[in-house]
């Protein structure tokens, strides 16, 4: 590939030789049946491989009380770890890197996805906005104390699992409002122990379940994906840039491979708007290697590792349509609209592995 494209030259992460800084990022996809991934994942995610490229997977469930989403996948039981197997095989046959982004939705949920009809757990018992986002949100439970080890368990657990499944490593899901950012951001955050208040304790979450991740699987093995900027799902806080720096500074600590960070200027799913904010005093204090994700397009994606204000740039939505988007930027050839309204029906095939691939 050009070496004059930015986004094309390679890139040792860790162990790993990359051959150029275009991921795919972690897309939630809703077509994975009762939880369980499908054969037809293989297809969409072999469809976006390329040799020496890093694939991250849709949000994948720690447990049976993780979901919040219809049709999302798991990894917390054998079943799921078989299933996975063909579609990371599907990747690796095809020289990609795949890494699987594991989750925790907490309140993002309602009766209807929790076993026996129970009230989803978060860090919090306060109500998202009934209809946000287009939910019908149950009111949340707030783990006791004594519950929080078993939360950190569940993600070490599914850790092992993607290791058993053959993934080359996971990324923790610590954005997007989900149940990490639900603990690090104060507008949530209302406890009164040790996992809230100061700043320190709402980051004692995120920061224990990345030691108990990284202690199982190594470290080097290891991603976290951090929204501080962000208020999805009502999760913001009052502070972004002081939680970005201490929790990139932490990290360092467990020696994990990758922070993935959303862009400052991506508040809300989809919307990009004005922002003083900069991810680049992240970047500098985390020593491992550093992620942006956040509407980027092939041009500011450029310029973000060529000024060295990140190493790799994650793509969503320009790389659900076009599953071969490192080709296209290579040829600087024209993009597939993607469409919105099929981001999240759970068809096999429509919006999912029927995007056109350039004809050369």
Same mark, same amino acid.
């Given at each position: ?21 275009? %991921? ?11 939880? %369980? ?28 009380t993780?979901?919040? =989403?219809?049709?999302?996948p ?9 299933a ?36 989803p ?26 519950e929080?080890p ?27 409002? =989900? ?41 080097? !093995? ?20 002081a ?15 990758y922070?993935? %960070? ?31 994700a956040?509407?980027?397009? !092939? ?22 349509a076009?599953?071969?988007l490192?080709k ?6 024209g993009?597939?609209? =993607?469409?919105?309204?099929?981001? =999240? ?16």
């Open positions: 590939m050009a070496p004059s494209i930015p986004l094309l030259t390679p890139y040792k992460m860790g162990e790993f030789n990359l051959s150029h800084r275009v %991921v795919l990022a972690p897309l939630t996809r809703n077509r994975s049946y009762g939880n %369980v991934p499908q054969p037809h994942a293989a297809l969409y995610y072999s469809q976006r491989t390329t040799e020496g490229g890093l694939l991250i997977t849709e949000a994948t469930g720690v447990s049976n993780a979901q919040g =989403y219809p049709e999302t798991g990894i917390w039981t054998k079943e799921h770890v078989e996975w197997k063909p579609i990371v095989k599907a990747v690796h046959d095809k020289g990609g890197i795949f890494f699987c982004q594991i989750w925790h939705v907490g309140r993002v949920s309602n009766y209807e996805f929790q076993p026996n009809g129970e009230a757990i978060s860090s919090t018992d306060k109500e998202m906005t009934p209809g946000l986002a287009g939910g019908d949100w149950s009111p949340p439970r707030r783990l006791r104390t004594d929080i078993a939360l950190v368990n569940d993600f070490r657990l599914a850790a092992r699992n993607a290791i058993d499944a053959g993934f080359d490593g996971v990324e923790i899901h610590g954005a997007n409002g =989900y149940i990490i950012d639900q603990f690090l951001k104060d507008k949530v955050n209302d406890r009164t122990d040790q996992y809230g208040g100061s700043l320190e304790n709402r980051c004692r979450l995120a920061l224990e379940i990345v030691e108990a991740v990284a202690s199982e699987i190594g470290g080097d !093995k290891v991603g976290i994906r951090l929204s501080t900027f962000a208020d999805y799902m009502e999760c913001g806080d009052t502070n972004p840039e939680l970005g720096l201490y929790m990139a500074t932490a990290l360092n600590k467990y020696n994990i491979l922070l993935h %960070v959303i862009e400052p200027r991506m508040v809300q799913v989809f919307d990009t708007s004005e922002t003083p904010y900069s991810t680049l005093p992240m970047k500098k204090a985390f020593k491992g290697t550093f992620i942006s956040g509407g980027y397009k !092939k041009d500011d994606g450029n310029n973000a590792v060529k000024d060295e204000k990140t190493d790799l740039v994650a793509f969503g939505r320009l790389f659900l076009n599953p071969d490192p296209r930027f290579e040829l600087d050839a993009l597939n609209k =993607y469409n919105r309204d099929t981001f =999240y029906i759970q068809d096999p095939q429509v919006g999912y592995t029927d995007y056109p691939f350039l004809e050369v």
